[in-house]
Each structure stands twice: as structure tokens, then as C-alpha cells.
């Protein structure tokens, strides 16, 4: 029953921004805590970012602290992933992900979205 769906991924140049949403169908979105992660061809998943669930605590992969923020609108069952300065490296799959306990690591969240492709060009 648990659903997530991503959007708002795309093509963007070097220092632009994006702005990736993530909507959560299924149960009440204020239980879970929910995260980011992202995976580029041939690496393996990666953390990028987490919120608790109230919106109260985050945390930020060391590559992105400073550039990314994620934020929560509850009333919404929306998590939100603002992602400026973007660079080539950048480049990957985002995921979003449910009810990882204010967790860094991906075996740890419950809910996985199909992913949204963010390409940086140089």
C-alpha cells in the first residue's frame, strides 16, 4: 500500500539548481522518517540526505552539505529534495525512501520511489 513517487529531475547545467519532490501515498506521512539516495552507473547507492519525521533533524552527506536541503511538508505527504550549486558529479539516480529511523544507510528504509534521473552538464 505504501507508495513513493518521485518527480522533478531533468537536465541541468553546471550551478543551477533543481528542485526533486517526493510523494507518499499509503499511510500517515508523519510516521516515517525519510531519506535520499542517489546511484550513478556502475556505483553503488549512495546516502545524500535525511529528515526525521517531524522535520525537526537532518543530515547531509559530506558532498552535498551546503548545496542540498531537504525539507518536509507533512499536510502535503511530500518530502523535498532543493539541490543548488549542482555540479557534473551530481549526476545520478535520485531515490527516495521511507521509515529508515533517521538512518544513513539504504537497508535501513522500509519504501523505495522508482527514481528520478538529475543529469549536471559542464
Known amino acids: 500500500q505504501v507508495q513513493l513517487v518521485e518527480s522533478g529531475g531533468g537536465l541541468v547545467q553546471a550551478g543551477g539548481s533543481l528542485r526533486l519532490s517526493c510523494a507518499v501515498s499509503?499511510?500517515?506521512?508523519?510516521?516515517?522518517?525519510m531519506g535520499w539516495f542517489r546511484q550513478a552507473p556502475g556505483k553503488e547507492r549512495e546516502f545524500v540526505a535525511n529528515?526525521?519525521?517531524?522535520?525537526?533533524?537532518?543530515s547531509y552527506a559530506d558532498s552535498v552539505k551546503g548545496r542540498f536541503t531537504i525539507s518536509r511538508d507533512n499536510a502535503k505527504n511530500t518530502a523535498y529534495l532543493q539541490m543548488n550549486s549542482l555540479k557534473p558529479e551530481d549526476t545520478a539516480v535520485y531515490y527516495c525512501?521511507?521509515?529508515?529511523?533517521?538512518?544513513?544507510?539504504?537497508?535501513?528504509?522500509?519504501?523505495w520511489g522508482q527514481g528520478t534521473q538529475v543529469t549536471v552538464s559542464s
Open positions: 529528515i526525521g519525521r517531524s522535520g525537526g533533524v537532518t
Open positions: 525512501a521511507a521509515d529508515g529511523s533517521f538512518s544513513r544507510t539504504w537497508e535501513s528504509y522500509d519504501y
Open positions: 499509503g499511510r500517515t506521512f508523519s510516521l516515517y522518517a
